[in-house]
């Protein structure tokens, strides 16, 4: 295994997996960390739930993937985190990252959250979605992570303990001799992070060729469009093809993600399937269960229901002060997780999920040990094959990501009824 990644939620190392897999890397993405070792592969993608739990728990959590990541011999290291930065003022990327690093005894890392074909672009250490401060795109109303200051710079201020740098674009548009220059300056004076400005795929290929060798690399999935070619130079990539195919058999829909696109993606695919809402009020009381909404999804399997919690964000708002922000994921989160295992159990065979959060509980819950990757739904999202005998097709989407008729297309890819 040439590169280990850390991924601290499901639907970015499907993300991650996918960049990699079409950099020519031989890549497999696992759940959680895996038991075995020897696995053969190029690239090495370990799917963790960090984004939104306790600090000192995402921190141990992610240096126990980065001993066994270093066991399985990686000579450069991944923190993946979303391309909008989800995290606090109190953490979770921030102290993760100066964990790996003093875990390494790495002098710096870069931290670049961008990821052009979706909309993500740093300017001036200022994160943009799609031309939007990111302060001004939805995500300051994130029900666990609201991103209410678009300067990253600034914001990981708030959480780590070192000094962060600031690579610009000025600095960025003169090429890899050029950044790797600032990178080693900032080393020299103690800088251990360092946000680099983009806003296209040549500057990340810029990027990824200045951190040859780096020990430790953060960002969202684009950082890595670049780092597949630093081993291929060094003549340790061959051939690689994907262990994935395509299956038969119903397909269902889960969506947990309140994202502007998330709930566009709702109403298109409502409009000619089955769609069975699950209110956060209905939820908590008892009025919604699992075994209503598996009996409801049965009775509809052939037209590929989904079932979906996604709603305005302000009512999930209300919802929180009713109940409690961490009481509520909970709920909703084990709802999904049991109602994907008695679907898979029923026969569902394609299964495309919306949302992070609700993506790590339904792959938890179906105790996946890891996936093959396969052909990109969209940019960021491939079709996903679980290695094991029951055969499961998935995609995993994060809120944000995918066209309007992004969950037809992805049962599409996933196989056929």
């Known amino acids: 295994m040439l590169l280990g990644a850390i991924a601290d939620d499901f639907t970015g190392a499907s993300d991650l997996a996918n960049t990699l897999a079409k950099g020519g890397m031989k890549t497999v993405q696992f759940v959680g960390v895996p038991r075995e070792k020897g696995i053969a592969c190029d690239a090495g993608v370990v799917a963790l739930k960090t984004r939104s739990i306790a600090v000192k728990d995402a921190v141990a959590q992610s240096i126990e993937a980065l001993d066994w990541l270093l066991a ?167 051939a690689q093809g994907s262990a994935f195919s395509a299956t038969s058999g119903p397909g269902v829909v889960l969506s947990g993600s309140c994202s502007n696109q998330s709930r566009a993606q ?28 598996f009996t409801e999804a049965m009775q509809r399997l052939a037209h590929q229901p989904m079932i979906y919690t996604t709603a305005d964000p302000a ?23 049991e109602l994907a295992v008695r679907l898979a159990h029923a026969g569902a065979r394609r299964i495309v999920v919306g949302g992070g959060e609700t993506s790590g509980a339904v792959v938890t819950a179906l105790e996946i040990d890891a996936f093959a990757i396969g052909p990109e739904i969209a940019p960021g999202v491939p079709a996903l094959a679980e290695t094991g005998e029951r055969g499961l097709r998935l995609a995993l989407k994060s809120g944000n990501f995918g066209g309007t008729d992004f969950y037809d297309d992805a049962l599409g890819v996933l196989g056929k009824a």
């Not at 103690?190 to 953060?218: F, N, P, Q, Y």
């Not at 109403?267 to 269960?289: C, F, Q, R």
Request: charged share 25%; proline share 5%; hydrophobic share 40%.
């Open 315 to 337: 009512e999930v708002g209300d919802a929180q002060k009713r109940y409690g922000r961490e009481k509520i994921a909970e709920a909703i989160e084990d709802f999904f997780g």
């Open 266 to 293: 709702v109403v298109a695919y409502t409009a000619k399937h089955p769609g069975i809402h699950v209110a956060p009020d209905e939820l908590m009381s008892g009025a919604m269960s699992v075994d209503r909404a």
């Open 72 to 238: 399985q011999g990686c000579e450069q290291i991944l923190f993946k985190y979303c391309s909008t930065f989800d995290s606090t003022k109190e953490g979770n990327i921030g102290p993760v990252a100066e964990a790996l690093l003093d875990k390494m005894k790495a002098p710096i890392a870069v931290v670049c959250p961008v990821f052009p074909a979706t909309g993500r672009t740093l300017f001036d250490g200022h994160l943009f979605v799609l031309g939007k401060l990111l302060s001004e795109s939805g995500m300051e109303k994130h029900p666990l992570t609201p991103m209410t200051d678009p300067n990253i710079q600034r914001w990981l201020r708030y959480q780590t303990k070192g000094e962060v740098g600031l690579v610009p674009y000025s600095t960025v548009r003169q090429g890899s001799a050029a950044i790797k220059t600032t990178l080693d300056k900032l080393a020299g004076e103690g800088t251990r992070l360092a946000v680099v400005d983009a806003v296209a795929d040549e500057d990340l290929l810029a990027i990824g060729s200045a951190i040859t060798g780096h020990k430790l690399v953060t960002g969202g999935s684009g950082i890595a469009l670049g780092l597949p070619e630093n081993f291929r130079k060094a003549g340790k990539l061959g």
